[in-house]
Structure formats: structure tokens, C-alpha cells
């Protein structure tokens, strides 16, 4: 192990490690049960033991000694994954066909793109806006496709924004692209999203994300929550109320072993499915407080069997006309999906 290389990685995980602690002394109680969903708090402290691991181990010179030969891990490698403490050659075949796997995808996250165009898909209507606060921004979106055929679409949004914020998004972007298709579920997805981030000293943070599965043939939405603000489904049909789609697992990043399920809605012709990003309910304007959930429904609900475009649009009045002349504080997204 050189030395440069280890500094390198000890700082990304010192980094990432005084990121948890302001998290965690700082963020409102709402905010961190929304952000962990039914995790608990006691487990981001059980992540925080093991970054202090790490970090004594890299400060000694230890990280990433194998414990098998007493030799040094690759370096490639333990960017990868800090936690790494075995040779490839003393890994069993299982083994290094799945660090093989992994490492190809890490690869990939280097080389992001740019989200693509909104599909046209018979049967479903969608629209998409987003701005960042910055230049560039943290908040995520994309229009995928799952294992089974089913279309999957992923809202994420790294915790800051700014330059930081969009190059970790962009990475986030290449890992989804990269898993998505490989897999059959949203939670399937995004265990493994979370597996491939959470040792990886490339990342110094966390980030929300909510990933949903549409099925045409039966009209059914499935979807994993991890840490994200609740969608909410607003029904063509005026005398049902809105459903909010909270969370189903914590934040990808942000405990050391997550654990995300699935959760299945039918929707019906003309209901809306709603997506943002937690800068459109905290907007702030002076003496009114946040934006908050029950304004984004007063902005929507007169819209009901309305298309995603004219959704969309209402939304951004509204949070315009509240912020006034003050610029947004942090990056929004909103994006509208309807059955047709």
C-alpha cells in the first residue's frame, strides 16, 4: 500500500465520517425517521463505529492488510471498498466472481451520463422539471428498464448540492444505469445500489431514493423508498383522499447493513403519481416557513385527471410565487406520472 493512496482513502472516509456526526447532531427528528424509513438511528451509530474502525486501521497503516497472507490489498481495490481484508487470490471462486462483478460496475459510475429523454410509452403520460440551486445540482431522475421489461423510473437526491453534490449524482446516475437493468425488482435494485456505495470511499455521503416499477398489463406500480420524500398518488377519482408512498428503507449510504422492500399500488386511468425531491416541500419563504406537503396537494389536487405537463407546471407556479424574488435555497425536482 502506497501512501498517498492510503491519505487518499483515510480522508474520504474522515470526510464521510464528520458528514454521519452534523447529520445526525443537526437534522430535525421528522427529518431523520423520514430519511431512515423503518430503520433505526442506533444502526447510522453502528456505521459510524465502523468508519472510526476503519479510519484507526488507515491511520496505522493497517487498512487493507490481508488478514490471510498478511500482505497488502490491491489499491484499486480498496477505493472500491474499504472494508476489503482478503488478497483476490485468497478469495474463493464465488467470491471473486461477485468482486468482479462489483468492480465492473464501479468502473462504469465513472463514466456518467447525463440523463436521458422522457420515454414515450402507450398508456402512461409523464413530465419531468428540474432546477438546481447551483450550477449543478444533486438531485437525480431517470427513465429505465427493469429485468422483467417493466419500465422503472428512479428519483434521487445526494444530501448538499452544488459541485459535490451533481459530481456524486452523476456517479449515482452510471451505478443505477448499471444495476437497474440487471435486476427484477425496485428493492432488489437497490440493495444492490447500497451494498456497492456504502464501502466506498468515492462516497462521502448519502442519498435518497425512490425507485418504482409500472406493469401496463395490470396497471401496477412496485416500489422501494429508500429515505426519500413520500410520492403522492392523487387519485382521478375526487372522492378519494391522497396517498403518500413513504419510505420502505433507509437512505442508500447511510447504514451499514440496509434493508429495503417492495410495496405494490394499482392505479387507475387518471391518477397521478407525484415525485420530487425535498427542495420543493422545504422551499422557504420569509414569514410563511417551508412550502411543506400540504401546499404541494393545494397545488395539485384542482388538477386531478389533468396531464403531467400542466401538474408539473402548477407545482413550479406555486413554489415561485412563494419564494417571491429569493432564489431557490436548494436543488428541485418534480416529476408527474399518469395512467391514461
Request: glycine content about 10%.
Amino acid at each position: 500500500m502506497q501512501p498517498p493512496i492510503l491519505d487518499q482513502v483515510r480522508t474520504a472516509l474522515v470526510e464521510k465520517r464528520d458528514g454521519f456526526r452534523q447529520w445526525l447532531s443537526q437534522t430535525p427528528s421528522d427529518r431523520k425517521t423520514e430519511k431512515l424509513g423503518p430503520g433505526r438511528e442506533e444502526a447510522v451509530t453502528a456505521h459510524l463505529e465502523h468508519l472510526e474502525e476503519s479510519i484507526a486501521l488507515a491511520e496505522a497503516g493497517d487498512l487493507g492488510r490481508c488478514i490471510v497472507c498478511h500482505g497488502t490489498v490491491d489499491s484499486a481495490r480498496l477505493m472500491v471498498d474499504y472494508t476489503a481484508m482478503v488478497c483476490l487470490e485468497h478469495l474463493s471462486a464465488e467470491e471473486a466472481s461477485r468482486l468482479e462483478r462489483e468492480i465492473e460496475l464501479a468502473q462504469v459510475v465513472q463514466q456518467a451520463l447525463l440523463p436521458g429523454e422522457v420515454p414515450n410509452i402507450p398508456g402512461v403520460e409523464i413530465a419531468a422539471f428540474t432546477r438546481p440551486a447551483q450550477f449543478v445540482g444533486g438531485d437525480y431522475f431517470d427513465f429505465l428498464t427493469f429485468s422483467t421489461g417493466d419500465l422503472a423510473w428512479a428519483v434521487g437526491d445526494v444530501a448538499g448540492h452544488g459541485v459535490a453534490a451533481g459530481l456524486q449524482m452523476a456517479g449515482i446516475q452510471a451505478l443505477c444505469r448499471a444495476v437497474i437493468p440487471t435486476q427484477a425488482s425496485p428493492a432488489e435494485a437497490v440493495d444492490q445500489l447500497h451494498r456497492l456505495f456504502v464501502h466506498n470511499s468515492r462516497y462521502t455521503t448519502f442519498v435518497t431514493l425512490f425507485l418504482g416499477a409500472y406493469t401496463p398489463s395490470t396497471q401496477t406500480l412496485t416500489y422501494c423508498n429508500a429515505g426519500h420524500n413520500p410520492p403522492m398518488v392523487l387519485p382521478a377519482d375526487r372522492r378519494s383522499t391522497v396517498r403518500w408512498l413513504n419510505p420502505t428503507g433507509a437512505a442508500i449510504g447511510l447504514l451499514e447493513d440496509g434493508a429495503f422492500s417492495d410495496v405494490k399500488v394499482r392505479l387507475a386511468a387518471g391518477d397521478l403519481l407525484i415525485m420530487y425531491t425535498d427542495g420543493v416541500v422545504e422551499a422557504n419563504s420569509d414569514g410563511r416557513g417551508m412550502f411543506g406537503p400540504g401546499r404541494l396537494v393545494e397545488a395539485v389536487t384542482p388538477l386531478r385527471g389533468g396531464s403531467p405537463g400542466e401538474v408539473v407546471r402548477a407545482i413550479t407556479r406555486a413554489l415561485e410565487d412563494f419564494v417571491g424574488q429569493k432564489a431557490f435555497a436548494d436543488d428541485v425536482t418534480v416529476v408527474a406520472f399518469r395512467v391514461t
